[in-house]
């Protein structure tokens, strides 16, 4: 009971409410951000230290304005990244052009370097002794290479007695260039054993190959291989004379198709120095024949891997 002068005391205690842990989630994503704050100031930091060149060299990396190329194995295709010409040397920081209207004149004088003396060949397979004096770009050529892969795919999907001898052969479109391989796969040999006579099915193959490569601009390679198997004991005949005169016969082969003389550079063995299969020089895939096409003038590279 309280006094009437008595003051009234009224005593309030806060209530503790404990509330649930907010969790960590925040974090992962500051982290994140953060790493990509770096790693953006780290871009713009090489980007700041590079020269014009560089720059347009990342810029053709993420945005290529060269046509992908193609690689066909047997009956599989499978789209290959374009390589660059390993012959044209990068120009130095120091000797490239300053001014805007230097660079465009540079980069019309690579752009006449590169499709000059393109197409010596290109109308001789029509009957023509002449060289012609037109030239080829190189984007023109590299289609028409696509286009020759084409029509060999299509043939030997077409036709049926093809069918069990697509797997022997390998064609590999690069840049420039072109590779055609035949190699022995068991029932479908290229040539008997130990002899430099083709088989039926060696005339059939390059039979369908050649109205395809026949009008292409370019110079013509012959490479025998053979596997590491010892020819014969006793004789001086050996796998370095039989890839020679497989390589031989093939290109008779090609001139009895159709193919003109001239474009033929080069008949040549290797005996089983280049395997196509490393690991395995017995392999009989590594019995093939390589039929390399590349531009007149420019630097012949290895037939195979």
Same mark, same amino acid.
């Given at each position: ?22 969790? !960590? ?8 951000? %953060?790493?990509?704050? %770096? ?34 194995? !047997? ?98 479109? *690069? ?9 022995? *796969? ?31 601009? %370019? ?87």
């Amino acid at each position: 009971m309280y006094l009437k002068n008595e003051p009234h005391v009224v005593i309030k205690r806060p209530k503790k409410v404990t509330k649930g842990h907010h969790g !960590g989630n925040w974090k992962v994503a500051y982290a994140d951000f %953060m790493t990509a704050l %770096m790693a953006f100031f780290l871009l713009l930091w090489i980007l700041s230290g590079s020269d014009e060149e560089q720059l347009r060299g990342l810029a053709e990396y993420f945005t290529p304005s060269e046509v992908p190329l193609v690689e066909i194995s !047997g009956l599989g295709v499978v789209i290959d990244a374009i390589k660059a010409p390993e012959s044209e040397p990068t120009p130095d920081a120091e000797s490239m052009p300053k001014g805007p209207d230097e660079v465009g004149q540079q980069e019309a004088d690579i752009a006449e370097t590169r499709t000059g003396a393109v197409n010596p060949w290109l109308e001789l397979d029509n009957g023509s002794t002449e060289e012609p004096r037109v030239d080829e770009p190189t984007t023109m050529l590299t289609d028409r290479l696509a286009e020759a892969l084409d029509q060999i795919e299509e043939s030997f999907a077409e036709k049926m007695e093809l069918s069990d001898l697509a797997a022997n052969l390998q064609v590999t479109v *690069l840049d420039e260039s072109m590779i055609v391989e035949v190699v022995d *796969l068991g029932d479908h040999p290229m040539f008997p054993t130990g002899s430099a006579n083709p088989s039926e099915d060696l005339r059939l193959i390059l039979a369908e190959v050649v109205p395809a490569i026949k009008g292409l601009p %370019m110079d013509i390679t012959i490479t025998g291989h053979t596997d590491a198997h010892p020819f014969r004991d006793g004789t001086e005949y050996g796998n370095w004379e039989l890839s020679a005169d497989r390589a031989n016969a093939t290109r008779r082969l090609l001139l009895d198709e159709g193919i003109a003389a001239a474009r033929i550079k080069s008949v040549t063995g290797m005996a089983a120095v280049e395997p196509l299969y490393a690991d395995d020089p017995n392999d009989a895939r590594n019995r093939r024949v390589t039929i390399e096409l590349r531009l007149p003038g420019t630097e012949e590279g290895p037939a195979s891997n």
